[in-house]
């Protein structure tokens, strides 16, 4: 089994490609927005709200996300791999599920995030409706926070190279 991880921007369109991945045979896809809308319905309505709970959904699904793995179903885990803290709770995961990992990252303009987001939120479809001074800050946030403008992409990707070279990715 694999588990399927995303790294980019907000509206890069890590969503998008977990939802074709886990369209391959035996293959689910497990959303981060989709189960905090359901679990904690009124209750993001800031960052540390948003910390608080997604630290509490990491809690309880990460046994859970092995488990599947170790069944032998691939998940495409549609959760950010933005940060050393989110890369080492799913390699958490990969360890106690036995799997194998890929790990994809998307590189778009800032631009294109923002013009991505103006349509998410003006379709109506997706769990959460992001303002543009939150979108800004999800653009502009680097490690430990999400990733960055397209300029400050280049500097973190070589940090990831060297990390993965030194085997300190996680």
């Given at each position: 089994s694999?588990?399927?991880?995303?790294?980019?921007?907000?509206?890069?369109?890590?969503?998008?490609?977990?939802?074709?991945f886990?369209?391959?045979?035996?293959?689910?896809?497990?959303?981060?927005?989709?189960?905090?809308?359901?679990?904690?319905?009124?209750?993001?309505?800031?960052?540390?709200?948003?910390?608080?709970?997604?630290?509490?959904?990491?809690?309880?699904?990460?046994?859970?996300i092995?488990?599947?793995?170790?069944?032998?179903?691939?998940?495409?885990?549609?959760?950010?791999?933005?940060?050393?803290?989110?890369?080492?709770?799913?390699?958490?995961?990969?360890?106690?599920?036995?799997?194998?990992?890929?790990?994809?990252?998307?590189?778009?303009?800032?631009?294109?995030?923002?013009?991505?987001?103006?349509?998410?939120?003006?379709?109506?479809?997706?769990?959460?409706?992001?303002?543009?001074a939150?979108?800004?800050?999800?653009?502009?946030?680097?490690?430990?926070?999400?990733?960055?403008?397209?300029?400050?992409?280049?500097a973190?990707?070589?940090?990831?190279?060297?990390?993965?070279?030194?085997?300190?990715?996680?």
């Amino acid at each position: 089994s694999v588990l399927h991880l995303f790294c980019g921007k907000i509206a890069a369109g890590k969503s998008t490609l977990a939802e074709q991945f886990a369209q391959l045979p035996n293959s689910i896809l497990i959303s981060q927005d989709h189960w905090l809308a359901r679990l904690f319905p009124g209750e993001i309505k800031t960052m540390s709200d948003f910390a608080r709970c997604s630290g509490r959904l990491h809690a309880a699904m990460g046994t859970h996300i092995a488990s599947v793995l170790r069944l032998g179903i691939s998940v495409s885990l549609d959760f950010p791999a933005n940060t050393r803290s989110q890369r080492q709770w799913m390699r958490g995961i990969i360890e106690d599920g036995n799997a194998e990992h890929q790990l994809h990252y998307l590189e778009v303009s800032d631009e294109t995030c923002k013009a991505r987001l103006h349509l998410r939120n003006a379709a109506g479809r997706h769990d959460y409706v992001v303002t543009d001074a939150e979108g800004t800050h999800h653009l502009k946030v680097n490690e430990p926070g999400p990733l960055v403008s397209a300029s400050e992409v280049g500097a973190l990707l070589s940090v990831i190279a060297e990390e993965v070279q030194a085997g300190d990715l996680w």
